[in-house]
């Protein structure tokens, strides 16, 4: 295969569909393992793909779609990373209260930019009406 250490290849091939629009799409994804097909099922496989796709979807696809973060332009110094470290802090924040709507919750950080601070600072204990600013 040309990879040092790949003892397979495999693709992934998925069909999304847009729940706003009904928009579907079609991704093949492309995989490298070096474990063989005898050392590991395709079950197995299909399962830390899949793992890895939480993840992605879990965070970075909610910092994108919320925050606009791959098309940041900052450039200078540290500062794309300073702003991905603190979307990260406020987006474990707003999480670790439950499930929210991401974007309304930005729009009303927008507003009130101090709010979103003071949930970066809040203790863990924090009561939940904190976080929305309802009771």
């Not at 069909?15 to 063989?36: A, F, Q, W």
């Not at 079950?43 to 973060?69: C, F, P, V």
Request: aromatic fraction near 6%.
């Amino acid at each position: 295969m040309g990879f040092p250490h790949a003892a397979q290849a495999i693709y992934v091939r998925s069909v999304c569909v847009r729940k706003r629009d009904g928009l579907t799409s079609t991704n093949t994804h492309y995989y490298l393992c070096s474990s063989s097909a005898a050392q590991i099922s395709a079950k197995r496989l299909a399962q830390t793909i899949r793992s890895h796709w939480m993840i992605e979807n879990g965070n970075h696809y909610r910092r994108d779609a919320t925050w606009d973060e791959d098309a940041c332009r900052c450039r200078r110094g540290r500062t794309a990373a300073n702003l991905a470290l603190l979307r990260g802090a406020l987006l474990a924040g707003i999480l670790r209260d439950g499930s929210v709507n991401l974007r309304e919750l930005s729009a009303r950080f927008a507003a009130r930019p101090h709010r979103a601070l003071k949930l970066l600072f809040a203790l863990p204990s924090r009561p939940k009406n904190q976080l929305t600013g309802h009771s």
